[in-house]
C-alpha cells in the first residue's frame, strides 16, 4: 500500500477529506508517521492481510461517492479477513494508537493497548477535533481559557 492508498483509504474510512489528512503543507507528517505503523514488523500485520486490504480498496475506491460507504462497509467492514486491520487503520487516525492484531479484539472496556504511535499523532488525533477538546497536557488555549464555556462543534 502506498502512501496514498494509505491516505484515500483512511479517508473513506474516518470520513475526513484526504485534503485535511494530508494537507498539501503538512508540517507535521502525521499521515505519513500513521502511514509507517503499517511497515513495522511488531505491528504484526500478516503481508497478506495487508495486500488484500489493499486489493480491496483499490477495487472500489473508484466507486461514485454516494455508493462508496456501502462498499467500504460491505467490502472491508464486513471482510472478517480484514476489518481489524480497517479498524485499526480508524483508531490510528483517532486516537494515535496502535492495537496489536493478534491480541482479541479490543474493548472500550479494557482495550488490548500496543503503544501510542507518536507523541504528535496522539495530539493531533481526530477525535480531540470531535470532542472539542484538548489532550491531557497539551493545549493551544490561552492562559485561563478554561474560564469560558467551551463552544463545542457542530454534528454532522
Given at each position: 500500500m502506498t502512501l496514498d492508498e494509505f491516505v484515500s483509504?483512511?479517508?473513506?474510512?474516518?470520513?475526513?477529506?484526504?485534503?485535511t489528512l494530508k494537507p498539501?503543507?503538512?508540517t507535521q507528517m502525521i499521515a505519513q508517521?500513521?502511514?509507517e505503523q503499517l511497515n513495522l514488523p511488531?505491528?504484526?500485520?500478516?503481508?497478506?492481510?495487508?495486500?488484500?486490504?489493499?486489493?480491496?480498496?483499490?477495487?472500489?475506491?473508484?466507486?461514485?461517492?454516494?455508493?462508496?460507504?456501502?462498499?467500504?462497509?460491505?467490502?472491508?467492514?464486513d471482510n472478517l479477513a480484514i476489518t481489524r486491520l480497517a479498524q485499526n487503520i480508524i483508531?490510528?487516525?483517532?486516537?494515535?494508537?496502535?492495537?496489536?492484531l493478534s491480541k482479541n479484539?479490543?474493548?472500550?472496556?479494557?482495550?488490548?493497548?500496543?503503544?501510542?504511535?507518536?507523541?504528535?499523532a496522539y495530539k493531533n488525533g481526530l477525535v480531540w477535533g470531535e470532542m472539542g477538546a484538548h489532550p491531557m497536557g497539551f493545549s493551544t488555549g490561552v492562559f485561563g481559557y478554561w474560564e469560558n464555556v467551551p463552544q463545542l462543534p457542530a454534528i454532522n
Open positions: 483509504l483512511s479517508s473513506a474510512l474516518t470520513g475526513y477529506p484526504a485534503s498539501a503543507r503538512d508517521t500513521l502511514y511488531s505491528n504484526n500485520i500478516p503481508s497478506a492481510q495487508l495486500d488484500l486490504l489493499t486489493l480491496v480498496w483499490n477495487q472500489i475506491s473508484g466507486t461514485p461517492p454516494p455508493q462508496l460507504e456501502a462498499a467500504v462497509k460491505e467490502k472491508i467492514i483508531y490510528l487516525w483517532f486516537f494515535g494508537i496502535w492495537y496489536d479484539p479490543a474493548s472500550f472496556t479494557s482495550p488490548n493497548i500496543d503503544h501510542v504511535v507518536s507523541p504528535l
